[in-house]
């Protein structure tokens, strides 16, 4: 067994509401390590390094392959998966790993947030495919190739939360929908049956806290895991929304 050590400082909160502390850890490192299994380990035998025997730390996770997106939370400061934070990369040194929740969500436990808004938000944008009933419609409008290369990596998002948590223009203060639901957006619309819905989804982002509310500090491209084009998103259908602004009336 390697003598290399692995030290964890964690931020915990027993309950909304309650007082926030810090707990450290200190684990054997083993090869191939990442946050999962480390907080795993902690769980195990939840020994702070001071000697204190504590409730074991509590967080979120499913798939353990960057899928599912249920394990986000802030790893030395920046917002990622921490499934595929692994030690290795972000501790070469040795240096204090430091784990926090996610601020942009309301917090559950621990490391654990209420991701629900981002799930609400994509009501609000009717993010699927609207079918009338279930009697056979027939055949569907055939999807060129083109539409679907583009199609394909705005359908990677794992509604994870971190272009929220990076994004200054989602706050208290501000209904901004976020550029998941956007992205969503852009996606639905380009679909040969989704499009047929098309206006609706604009017009929601033509009310409070939709596309107008972006800032445009691109934060939401740099963290995104899957590297959505979000930015490119916001920008077509910002186009979209001004568009249907002036010239949607038209159609009706």
Sequence with gaps: MSDRKVRFKIKRQDAPGTEARWDEFLLDWEPQMNVISSLMAIQRNPVTTDNRTVAPVVWESVCLEEVCGSCTMIVNGKVRQACTALIDQIAPNGETITL????????????????QKMFDNLKKVKAWIQLDGTHELGA??????????????????????????ACP??????????PAAINQVRLFNM???????AAERLETLMGP????DCGKAQNCVEVCPKEIPLVDSIAVVSRATTKHMLFGWLLK
């Design 140 to 165: 569907a409008p055939r999807q060129s190739q083109e539409n679907q290369e583009e199609a394909y990596p705005l359908s990677r998002c794992m509604t994870c939360g971190c272009c929220l948590e």
């Design 209 to 212: 806290g939709g596309i107008a």
């Design 100 to 115: 926090e929740p996610m601020t942009k969500f309301p917090l559950v436990r621990d490391l654990i947030v209420d991701r």
């Design 191 to 197: 679909h040969p049956s989704g499009k047929m819905h």
């Design 169 to 178: 223009q989602v706050n208290s203060h501000s209904d901004f929908i976020g």
